[in-house]
């Protein structure tokens, strides 16, 4: 089974965009849904928002809703978080990763995570 890589994270100033990527290294097979996750110092891993593997409706946690969006490139399945007005919360690693069902909100319901980008947001 593939594994994802993620990449495009960084040092930013508050209020500014970012856009990450996730892009497989290898065959994936049974995947419906590609997720995003973040996880901040000290705190426990959270729901970012995920979107059907075949560019279908993308969905968000409450907490990201209208500061982020998730794409997909069919040309190469790479799929993209776009992140904007950026706060110093938003500071963490953000991991992609994938599960076969739809919807899937749950760390426990995927599998194939990336070793993480960091994102780092300056007040």
């Known amino acids: 089974q593939g594994q994802l890589v993620e990449s495009g994270g960084g040092l930013v100033r508050a209020g500014a965009s970012l856009r990450l990527s996730c892009s497989p290294s290898g065959r994936t097979f049974g995947v419906n849904t590609v997720g995003w996750f973040r996880q901040a110092p000290g705190k426990e891993r959270e729901f970012v928002g995920a979107a059907s593997w075949s560019g279908g409706r993308a969905y968000y946690a409450d907490s990201m809703k209208g500061r982020v969006t998730i794409s997909r490139d069919k040309r190469d399945s790479t799929v993209y978080l776009q992140m904007n007005s950026l706060k110093p919360e938003d500071t963490a690693v953000y991991y992609c990763?994938?599960?076969?069902?739809?919807?899937?909100?749950?760390?426990?319901?995927?599998?194939?995570w990336g070793p993480g980008t960091q994102v780092t947001v300056s007040s």
């Open positions: 990763a994938t599960a076969r069902a739809a919807g899937a909100r749950l760390q426990s319901e995927y599998k194939n």
